[in-house]
């Protein structure tokens, strides 16, 4: 069992930043590539970013790509989005996940075995 918990949303004007946080506890953390996804209201669950185990590789949906990076501290068991230049199609809740499969990074949302509460990310005009 891996227990995440999401930190860091808000409201932000748009241009502006923020950087989500997911704290793991249980099992060893670099066990799992972790992802980050976010459902908008009335849109389909999104996988924006995800991370292979060791971090060397990423994968960033299009509509996010150069604006946010996603991170992870494997000895502190943290994973990060960092958001940048926000717009107001970025406000969703943002959920973190994580996935033991033998993929690299997932990008489906049937990959990952284990999620976390969410944390709304509001943007305004």
């Known amino acids: 069992q891996v227990q995440l918990v999401e930190s860091g949303g808000g409201l932000v004007q748009a241009g502006g930043a923020l950087r989500l946080s997911c704290a793991a506890s249980?099992?060893?953390?670099?066990?799992?590539?972790m992802g980050w996804f976010r459902r908008a209201p009335g849109k389909e669950r999104e996988c924006v970013a995800a991370?292979?185990?060791?971090?060397?590789?990423?994968y960033y949906a299009a509509s996010v790509k150069g604006r946010f990076t996603i991170s992870r501290d494997n000895a502190k068991n943290i994973l990060f989005l960092q958001m940048n230049s926000l717009k107001p199609e970025d406000t969703a809740v943002y959920y973190c996940?994580?996935?033991?499969?033998?993929?690299?990074?997932?990008?489906?949302?049937?990959?990952?075995?284990?999620w976390g509460q969410g944390t709304q990310v509001t943007v305004s005009s």
């Open positions: 991370i292979t185990r060791s971090g060397g590789r990423t």
């Open positions: 249980g099992r060893t953390f670099s066990r799992y590539y």
């Open positions: 996940a994580a996935g033991g499969g033998l993929v690299g990074a997932g990008t489906q949302g049937e990959e990952y075995d284990y």
